[in-house]
Nanobody
Framework: QVQLVESGGGSVQAGGSLRLSCATA????????MGWFRQAPGKEREGVAA???????NYADSVKGRFTVSKDSAKGFLYLQMDRLKPEDTAMYFC????????????????????????WGQGTQVTVSS
């Protein structure tokens, strides 16, 4: 089973930057789709970004141009670089992975529970103050 562990969350002022990391062990190379989603208190989960095994990326409109998803297969990490942060970006951020699939979009991240061939991490909190 895929094991994912997020880190890098914290508190930052609006306009600042954070980089989230997700340790994915040996699955970074073989996962069909990996990505990030977030959930703020009282709100539904929102898919943020996705990256395929071929490194094609996809973003939610709310973060496009500000967030960048990437992965380091040699080190076994997935990243989310978040720039020009806004207070509305405040949420718990989760990384996700699916070993098999036929589509990989930001919108799909967190939309359904992981399959038997996927996993979610435990989350890392991001707080952006105005």
């Amino acid at each position: 089973q895929v094991q994912l562990v997020e880190s890098g969350g914290g508190s930052v002022q609006a306009g600042g930057s954070l980089r989230l990391s997700c340790a994915t062990a040996r699955f970074t190379n073989s996962a069909y789709c990996m990505g990030w989603f977030r959930q703020a208190p009282g709100k539904e989960r929102e898919g943020v970004a996705a990256i395929t095994s071929a490194r094609a990326t996809n973003y939610a409109d709310s973060v496009k141009g500000r967030f960048t998803v990437s992965k380091d297969s040699a080190k076994g990490f997935l990243y989310l670089q978040m720039d020009r942060l806004k207070p509305e970006d405040t949420a718990m951020y989760f990384c996700s992975a699916e070993m098999i699939g036929n589509s990989c979009s930001a919108k799909e991240q967190g939309a359904k529970p992981p399959t038997l061939f996927g996993a979610w991490g435990q989350g890392t909190q991001v707080t952006v103050s105005s």
